[in-house]
T-cell receptor, first 113, second 114 residues
């Protein structure tokens, strides 16, 4: 089966940097995605890592180490609007021809002023 | 706005009933995914369709079924509803299965079973 572990809550102040870790266990790993979800809203795609290393997209960066089954999302210059839940998700093989995103339980980030 | 539409936004029904949730993917996307989100279980993958064919199945109950139609819209049917089925149901779409890492989610249907 698959399992993903990420912290349930993280708090930080405006302007700070925060790192949300994700460790995973899966049988057919293709890559690691990150999604943001504001309260009551739809998840939105942030980033994807298929290969080891760091991917940077503006204030957000994502890292993957396949050998360690580990990744993280780095959020810089935090703003109040970054308060949300962040999910890591592994792209896993499902059945003969399908792949599916298996989500972690999410990390609630609270940014204070 | 992701471009994915879902109807209805809210649904309140009684135990034992049957409901249908509808989803239209983004223009150009051929893959549709269904998820259930509840407080204690997080986002659970239910099922994936690609161009009308079922491609992958997750933790979907036998009481639940889905299909994707020739115009690519999809419906999720939930029957013999139980209190525990109360949740937010999301539909998402991607260009194809190879792009499943980047999915675009609809606003969700909040189902309340009383």
């Amino acid at each position: 089966g698959q399992s993903l572990e990420q912290p349930s809550e993280v708090t930080a102040v405006e302007g700070a940097i925060v790192q949300i870790n994700c460790t995973y266990q899966t049988s057919g790993f293709y890559g690691l995605s990150w999604y943001q979800q504001h309260d009551g809203g739809a998840p939105t795609f942030l980033s994807y890592n298929a290969l080891d290393g760091l991917e940077e997209t503006g204030r957000f960066s994502s890292f993957l180490s396949r050998s360690d089954s580990y990744g993280y999302l780095l959020l810089q210059e935090l703003q109040m609007k970054d308060s949300a839940s962040y999910f890591c998700a592994v792209r896993d093989r499902k059945g003969q021809a399908g792949t599916a995103l298996i989500f972690g339980k999410g990390t609630t980030l609270s940014v204070s002023s | 706005d992701s471009g994915v539409t879902q109807t209805p936004k809210h649904l309140i029904t009684a135990t034992g009933q049957r409901v249908t949730l509808r989803c239209s993917p983004r223009s150009g996307d051929l893959s549709v995914y269904w998820y259930q989100q509840s407080l204690d279980q997080g986002l659970q993958f239910l099922i994936q369709y690609y161009n009308g064919e079922e491609r992958a199945k997750g933790n979907i109950l036998e009481r639940f079924s889905a299909q994707q139609f020739p115009d690519l819209h999809s419906e999720l049917n939930l029957s013999s509803l139980e209190l525990g089925d109360s949740a937010l149901y999301f539909c998402a779409s991607s260009v194809g299965p190879g792009n499943s890492y980047e999915q675009y989610f609809g606003p969700g249907t909040r189902l309340t079973v009383t």
